[in-house]
T-cell receptor
Framework: DSGVTQTPKHLITATGQRVTLRCSPR?????VYWYQQSLDQGLQFLIQ???????AKGNILERFSAQQFPDLHSELNLSSLELGDSALYFC????????????FGEGSWLTVV | DQQVKQNSPSLSVQEGRISILNCDYT??????FLWYKKYPAEGPTFLIS?????DKNEDGRFTVFLNKSAKHLSLHIVPSQPGDSAVYFC??????????????FGSGTQLTVLP
């Protein structure tokens, strides 16, 4: 158990819909990272927040957005879903913003049908 | 319960020599293994993978070996270069839990390649 909690563990939704993935970082960690995982593309970095502020942005689509709340939990919002958005979405956290040691959650498996 | 263990938090290797990063797992249901490399302040990047039906997969300077009987995975980098200095994560994929397939990562090994 890494201490990073993600919900839901898996969900199935239809194209065009919107979903929200939630992440609670490890106790004391200020940084939260979101990743998208698909077997043919590996793990792709989406976005990082540090203490409530956006710190780094990767391959995140405009249809996706995220935020980190004052209690440090984070949400990843995925809208206008397409079949290609089906993937495993990871949240990870670290104590600082360097990302040298990051702890991943178990992931949220999204299936778009 | 640590299903994937990388027991060496750090490893230092001289440039040009071989780097060997090790990974042990306890979950015999893993059917796919992946290695990731991560630089500071960047997201992890996929490096190489191997199916459980194979015992070796090679991609350029990187080779992953799988010993299923020992539940052991290793990543060989030959020759090592300073740009390989990064944190390396191994991960296993469990096909159970219905349609959900979840990656379980190790805690990572910091590789430092000395010039």
């Amino acid at each position: 158990d890494s201490g990073v909690t993600q919900t839901p563990k898996h969900l199935i939704t239809a194209t065009g819909q919107r979903v929200t993935l939630r992440c609670s970082p490890r106790s004391g960690d200020l940084s939260v990272y979101w990743y998208q995982q698909s077997l043919d593309q590996g793990l792709q970095f989406l976005i990082q927040y540090y203490n409530g502020e956006e710190r780094a942005k990767g391959n995140i689509l405009e249809r996706f957005s995220a935020q980190q709340f004052p209690d440090l939990h984070s949400e990843l919002n995925l809208s206008s879903l397409e079949l290609g958005d089906s993937a495993l979405y990871f949240c990870a956290s670290s104590v600082d913003s360097s990302g040298n040691t990051i702890y991943f959650g178990e992931g949220s498996w999204l299936t778009v049908v | 319960d640590q299903q994937v263990k990388q027991n060496s938090p750090s490893l230092s290797v001289q440039e040009g020599r071989i780097s060997i990063l090790n990974c042990d797992y306890t979950n015999s249901m893993f059917d796919y293994f992946l290695w990731y490399k991560k630089y500071p302040a960047e997201g992890p990047t996929f490096l190489i993978s191997i199916s459980s039906i194979k015992d070796k997969n090679e991609d350029g300077r990187f080779t992953v070996f799988l010993n299923k009987s020992a539940k052991h995975l290793s990543l060989h980098i030959v020759p090592s270069q300073p740009g390989d200095s990064a944190v390396y994560f191994c991960a296993g994929l469990d096909p159970r839990s219905g349609s959900a397939r979840q990656l379980t990562f190790g805690s990572g090994t910091q590789l430092t390649v000395l010039p």
